[in-house]
């Protein structure tokens, strides 16, 4: 049952807005944007950055090795879906780096396990009770950091000691100027409702008119999250869940929808934070990969090694780093999955611990707490 205090706090949240749901920010010391965007149901990386410079890439991939027939070339190797042409752009500025063959030290097939693992940093599934991404608002601004989460529930990455505050989606309509007014002067004289009220009408601001269209498209989303990034009193650090990534049939099609959709997410978080770009590190990740072999369905199932990105400005890119354990049948994990060759909490470590200016040492103990005696990935800012 709800009480009073809690009743009008949720309304708070809804009168203030009604848009995209699954966001979460935070507010940081420090002029650099970094946004984790999470890929939930396993994308198949080899179908996104695809080995055909691999001998073994056309047989293991079939018809699938047709989408990459006239596909920009990343080097000698790889190849970039033809749907990520933003994402491609930024690669030739050198704005754009992949990491393939990474998994985190999960190794089993369970979406839910897998996600929990990424996104707290344990070793195991349910080991590490916070998310890593709270954890590195300690790193950069104690006593300082701030987060609101844009969804009816904070993602797992953002949970933890430091402040998140939430500010959940409402099918409402938008209340009026008029009606905002009045509510202001109804909370004036309640301290605790009045900093509620006052916190929700400056995120309403800083979505302008975004909100309008409740971030229904992926292009827009990015949008919206730049608006939240790019001010100067705005967040520094935003989580986007997307989801429709688990291709078990009909994989070609899907999945070229999903990489149009995410390309258009980083075409408006890139035009929506200008400048700001230059201060920017996109993270991209998913939870495992997907068989190397192509299913009865037209789709592939649960693997192991994936493919993980970084974008922005801060970015050293125009690299796909890869230890590439190659696909003949004799190199795959478990006979069935592109082998992981990088640690993906290691690569986590390194983009953050570069982008912030902190020790990839520090950064790996307080983010990644079971890689025993793992290191931070060099060199990725």
Not at 193 to 211: F, Q, V
């Amino acid at each position: 049952m709800l009480d009073r205090r809690t009743f009008i706090g949720t309304g708070v949240l809804g009168l203030a807005g009604a848009f995209a749901p699954r966001m979460a920010f935070a507010k940081a010391a420090t002029d650099r944007r970094f946004i984790f965007i999470i890929q939930r149901g396993a994308a198949d990386g080899l179908h996104i950055v695809a080995p055909v410079g691999d001998p073994a890439f056309a047989g293991a991939r079939g018809a699938f090795a047709e989408d990459f027939a006239s596909a920009p070339k990343l080097d000698a190797t790889f190849a970039l879906h033809p749907a990520l042409t933003t994402v491609n752009a930024l690669y030739g500025q050198k704005q754009a780096l992949f990491a393939h063959a990474v998994a985190s030290p999960y190794r089993d097939r369970s979406h839910f396990d897998g996600q929990n693992v990424l996104e707290t940093g344990g070793a195991s599934a349910y080991q590490v009770k916070d998310g890593w991404l709270n954890r590195m608002l300690g790193l950069l601004s104690p006593g300082e950091a701030k987060a609101i989460a844009i969804a009816t529930a904070v993602p797992m990455a953002l949970r933890g000691p430091h402040e998140v505050s939430s500010y959940a989606p409402s099918a409402l309509p938008q209340a009026s100027d008029d009606l905002m007014q009045r509510v202001s002067m109804l909370y004036a004289g309640d301290s605790q409702l009045h900093g509620l009220w006052s916190e929700a009408l400056a995120t309403r601001n800083l979505t302008g008119d975004l909100a309008a269209d409740n971030g229904k498209t992926a292009a827009a989303t990015g949008a919206l999250a730049a608006k939240l990034l790019a001010p100067a009193d705005g967040a520094r650090i935003a989580m986007i869940e997307t989801g429709g990534w688990d291709t078990h049939a009909g994989q070609r099609g899907r999945l070229a929808t999903q990489l149009k959709g995410l390309d258009g997410m980083i075409g408006g978080l890139q035009t929506g934070l200008g400048p700001v770009w230059a201060d920017t590190m996109v993270l991209v990740a998913t939870e495992f990969g997907r068989t190397v072999a192509v299913n009865g369905t037209g789709g592939t199932d649960h693997g192991t090694g994936a493919c993980a990105m970084l974008l922005g400005g801060a970015v050293k890119g125009g690299r796909v780093i890869a230890d590439w354990p190659g696909l003949a049948p004799a190199a795959l994990y478990e006979n069935r999955d592109l082998r992981a060759t990088t640690a993906l909490d290691g690569f986590i470590a390194g983009a953050t611990a570069a982008h912030f200016g902190i020790s990839g040492g520090r950064a790996m103990a307080a983010l990644f707490p079971g890689a025993r005696g793992g290191k931070a990935v060099t060199g990725l800012a």
